[in-house]
């Protein structure tokens, strides 16, 4: 919240923490004092014979009847009321202030183009590079296919969409290696047996961390799985 102080004198500053101080002083005295208990209308209350109408009736004038305030209650209603004297007086509207229009607003439409909707544009560049990288390498001509020209985030974010709320890091890792390494896929066999190489599996390891460190994918009790975050393009 931004507060703008009107110009204003050394002396006046110093009177209005004065001011403050004896205000902060009373309250403080104030808490220390036995509350008394406010009287109730004894008169009406002790009545020995009413019948249920009188006790109607009397009960409503009751509640009808000014709160007695205690002492506190007092210093701090007086507290509350100085501070707003002050603010009236030495704090100016923001729309008098020139170019407040940068930082006060309501309009929606100026909302949504200065503060933006993240998620959507993290999932359309991790989705479709290309949109933000005007690349041809990138450009699918089908939002389902997965290009192994595409960064390493963007494979493993396509692929995980395709997974429920676990995802098995070792079938993760599978079907990542599928992709950026296909050319030692030479049967279903060699397929579930096949080393891994170590600059795979790095990249493998920094894309999982990318996407954790984005919020779509956290750890899970069982170190083989993770948990799936976000659901929806």
């Given at each position: ?6 110009d204003h004198d ?7 923490l004065?001011?403050?101080?004896e205000?902060?002083v009373k ?5 220390t004092?036995?509350?008394?208990e ?14 249920r109408?009188q ?9 009808r ?12 209603a007086?507290?509350i ?6 603010f009236d ?5 923001p729309s008098?202030?020139?170019f407040?229009?940068?930082?006060f607003?309501?309009n ?14 993290i ?5 479709n590079?290309?949109?933000?990288f005007h690349?041809?390498?990138c450009k ?9 020209s ?13 997974y429920?709320?676990?995802i ?5 890792l599978q ?6 390494d296909p050319y ?13 190489s170590p600059?795979?599996?790095?990249r493998f390891?920094?894309?999982?961390a ?10 899970y009790?069982?170190?083989t ?7 929806g393009?």
């Amino acid at each position: 919240m931004c507060l703008i102080l009107e110009d204003h004198d050394g002396d006046e500053i110093q009177d209005v923490l004065a001011q403050l101080q004896e205000h902060l002083v009373k309250l403080e005295d104030a808490t220390t004092e036995v509350a008394e208990e406010p009287k109730l209308g004894g008169e009406l209350m002790l009545s020995e014979k009413m019948n249920r109408l009188q006790l109607k009736q009397k009960l409503r004038e009751l509640t009808r009847a000014p709160k007695q305030l205690s002492n506190y209650d007092k210093a701090r209603a007086a507290l509350i009321q100085y501070l707003q004297d002050v603010f009236d007086k030495y704090l100016r509207h923001p729309s008098s202030v020139p170019f407040y229009e940068l930082f006060f607003f309501n309009n929606l439409s100026i909302r949504q183009v200065l503060l933006g909707s993240h998620r959507s544009a993290i999932h359309t560049a991790l989705n479709n590079p290309s949109y933000y990288f005007h690349c041809d390498c990138c450009k699918l001509t089908d939002d389902g296919r997965i290009s192994a020209s595409m960064p390493d985030i963007s494979i493993l974010y396509k692929l995980h969409l395709e997974y429920g709320k676990l995802i098995n890091l070792y079938d993760w890792l599978q079907a990542f290696v599928t992709i950026v390494d296909p050319y030692i896929d030479s049967g279903e066999e060699d397929a579930e047996n096949r080393p891994v190489s170590p600059e795979v599996h790095a990249r493998f390891i920094q894309g999982v961390a990318d996407l954790e460190f984005l919020g779509f994918i956290k750890s899970y009790k069982r170190k083989t799985h993770v948990v799936r975050l976000t659901w929806g393009g």
